[in-house]
């Protein structure tokens, strides 16, 4: 695989950031979309610059609302692996956590091949811990709202079945719900960037990082 130094002489290669450093242990890490992961010290990839390894264990994280289902499921498309929606494993009828989630999150992190969001404290170590490839989809909190407020109207209006028959709640609840999918996706924002530091940081994640970017 190629080390961080030898990617920045590559021919077609954009410059990277000023700040842009080798990553410890020679691990790879790479970004790509507007913006570069600067402050991590993670030099970019120019939109035709191959991908450094071939991921088989993938985790899709951003907050809610970022599109980490529709990346994951894409993913799975285009790479041949299963795609596991932890929501559908999380929620039970009537929004009741599953007391089953662990164990079958468990069970299908055990298998070879897999993409799913990192989602949910009580097995985001378990996911990383297994992981190959870490996606961060980290788009500013105003291009989250642009796509989760049009989806939670539609989803509510429409009567979309999410899991296990739940559907969105009434709209008013916005008002009386401080954990209403858009308060929490306002609220929570700025967690996910902390938690990705956390991890590039430490060393429980032993495959790689890719951010994609969003302009606000």
């Given amino acids: 695989r190629p080390r961080t130094d030898d990617r920045r002489t590559a021919p077609h290669r954009r410059a990277g950031p000023a700040s842009a450093r080798p990553v410890r242990g020679g691990r790879i890490r790479w970004t790509c979309g507007c913006t570069a992961l600067d402050h991590a010290g993670v030099e970019p990839l120019a939109w035709d610059d191959p991908l450094p390894a071939h991921p088989r264990r993938i985790l899709v994280t951003g907050t809610s609302g970022s599109g980490k289902t529709t990346v994951a499921a894409a993913l799975s498309g285009r790479l041949g692996i299963p795609h596991t929606d932890i929501d559908g494993l999380y ?40 992981a190959d490839l870490l996606v961060w989809l980290d788009l500013t909190r105003a291009a989250v709202m642009r796509q989760i407020v049009p989806r939670t109207l539609r989803r509510r209006l429409r009567r979309v079945e999410l899991w296990n028959g739940n559907v969105e709640p009434p709209l008013w609840t916005l008002l009386t719900d401080r954990d209403h999918i858009l308060r929490w996706a306002w609220r929570t924002h700025p967690k ?8 590039l940081a430490g060393t429980d994640l032993q495959g790689e990082l890719a951010r994609i970017a969003c302009p606000a």
Avoid: K, M
């Fill in 91 to 130: 929620h039970g009828p009537g929004w009741v956590p599953r007391p089953e989630f662990v164990d079958d999150v468990a069970a299908f992190v055990a298998r070879d091949e897999w993409v799913t969001e990192w989602q949910y404290s009580v097995v985001r170590p378990l996911l990383l811990g297994r």
């Fill in 192 to 199: 996910t960037a902390a938690r990705v530091q956390q991890v």
